[in-house]
């Protein structure tokens, strides 16, 4: 059986002022689609989004950030857990750190848990732990986080759900008349040094984190697929269906 790993974005999982169910729910039926024709792992961001729902600190001082990171991921992972309920498929949390990459013994520790985890056909729901760490221990985003996921557990397609709907040739939040690119199969270094550009507040990333994440899997000859996390039926086509509409194929070949 083929395996997918799902990255989503903060700005998917929230509003200001709560979870965005609507939009939770939705990508919760599309993992439990997914999952009749593959194993899926989910790496999910938002625990510090979810925890300013609740309590308004100041997410520019590190340690608040950490309080909100600590306060919103049970919030998140009890929001899934209502979700996934409904579809009776069990959830795990894995919490992760760039120091879980640093050595062959750290790797394959979390390598059997995510297994053992799949073959029980329970879905692993990876997240940063970003609360008693270091930043030099963190990724410090989720989008590198998940095409290291992508390469540890052997995953054949890494589909990052985020605000925009694929990699245009220019910021399309600045240029109208932008032309998203359908395929991509080599990323120059100048997009890759380029000023990162997040566009909500509580995203990390922005699209050079993402461009990283792919050009790491097209190494390692592996795929990532960057489509819209609010409107999913680019993603249901291409991963159910094979048909690619829309969204962008980060591909070696
Ligand atoms: P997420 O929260 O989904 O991880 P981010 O906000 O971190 O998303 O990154 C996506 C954002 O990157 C887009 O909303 C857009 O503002 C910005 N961006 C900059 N350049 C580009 C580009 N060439 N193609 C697509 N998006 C771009």
Redesign the pocket.
Known sequence: MKRIVF??????LTDTKSIAKQRMLNLVSLIVEARKKYEVILVS?GAVSAGYTAVQLNRSVPTSKKVLASVGQPILMSSYKNKFDIYDVPISQILLTEEDFDSRVHTQIFQDIIERTLRNDILPIVNENDISTTPDQLFG???QLSAHITYHTGADLLV?????D?????????NPE?K?KKIVTKIEKE?LE?E?????Q?????????LKAAQFLMDTNQKMF?CS?YDLTTAYEFIMDGIHNKGTLFTKN
């Open positions: 990255k989503v974005g903060s700005s998917v961001s985003d989720n989008d990052v759900l985020s605000d925009i694929g990699y245009y040739d220019s910021n399309p939040r600045d932008a998203i997009e380029q990162h550009t997040p566009n909500s509580f995203a990390t990333g922005g699209i050079v984190t993402k960057l996390g």
